[in-house]
């Protein structure tokens, strides 16, 4: 087998651009007309047409503590299309913020004196008309997270494509959560554990209600939503990743789930993940 590759279409690079910050998550077209959308880190969602990119979504106006340093990690972490898009015309993101107090799903589950690093947030966008060229409507809050550090946050967040409307996976959102730098700062408590949105892939449904904020939905399925323990979070579909980077699914094998770990200096992972 032989993989040949050639240059297909160049983003632009934007003014004061750091060093370590690129192009970070491709979609198909939710519309199918053969377009391709590409997230830019530093905030902007690009749709490509016959090779030529133009934005399509700029958060930056739109999100009023949107950062995109410090760290590798930062800024647009990931998007993705509800499968029922051209219908509903929702959109979600995942992004950076500076911490200004703004209350989070994990708020007091470390001592003050460890601090928070950033907070990453899911957010819903609305779109008037699905089939426009370029974002126009609203956009919501859907849930947030502290970290510990700046490292290691919301890197990938996932539909599973191509599933029929009455699988019951379709339009449950996934979506990966490093662990703050836990590990980094020699606090591995922080993460690894039924009680912690650190190092775990969640599954939600975003336009439910039942969850704590009220903003999304937990699936009467995912593994812990049983468990009697008030601590445990429902929303956890597996846990003990130290930055579940990317996420993919094999159809032929069960929709069997696969996530791309991001190791530290000698080992990289690529997980067969099982539920729970």
């Known amino acids: 087998m032989c993989i040949e590759l050639e240059d297909f279409a160049q983003l632009p690079r934007l003014k004061d651009t750091p060093a370590d910050k690129g192009t970070a998550t491709i979609r198909t077209d939710p519309n199918n007309q053969g377009n391709l ?23 930056r106006d739109k999100i009023k503590n ?12 990931s998007f993705d299309f509800h499968p029922s898009f051209s219908k509903n015309g929702l959109l979600y993101t995942t992004h950076a913020e500076n911490y ?9 589950f470390w001592q003050d004196s460890i601090g928070v690093g950033l ?27 502290n970290t510990p550090t700046t490292a290691h946050g919301m890197q990938d967040i996932a539909f599973e494509p191509g599933l029929p409307p009455n699988h019951k ?49 937990i699936p009467q399925d995912n593994p812990f939503v049983q468990n009697a323990d008030p601590a445990v979070k429902k929303e956890i579909y597996a846990f003990g990743f130290r ?3 990317r996420m993919a699914w094999d159809e032929k094998n069960n929709h069997r789930m696969l996530i791309a770990d991001i190791g530290e200096a000698n080992v990289e992972e690529i997980n067969v993940v099982q539920k729970g």
């Open 169 to 217: 996976d379709f339009g449950l959102l996934f979506i990966g959560i490093g662990d703050g730098g836990s590990n980094n700062i020699k606090l591995p408590e922080l993460c690894h554990s039924q009680r912690s949105f650190l190092g775990t892939i969640i599954r939600i449904n975003p336009i439910g209600n039942n969850s704590t904020n009220g903003q999304y939905g």
């Open 37 to 59: 959308f590409v997230s830019d880190q530093m905030g902007i969602i690009y749709r490509i047409q016959q090779k030529r990119p133009q934005v399509y979504l700029d958060i």
């Open 100 to 108: 200004t107090g703004i209350r989070a799903l994990n708020d007091g």
């Open 119 to 145: 907070q990453w947030v899911i957010t819903e966008w609305k779109m008037v008309n699905p089939q426009a060229d370029q974002f126009e409507g609203t956009h919501r809050e859907i849930l947030r997270i």
């Open 66 to 77: 949107f950062i995109f340093q410090p760290g590798i990690g930062t800024g647009l972490g």
């Open 243 to 245: 930055n579940p980077h």
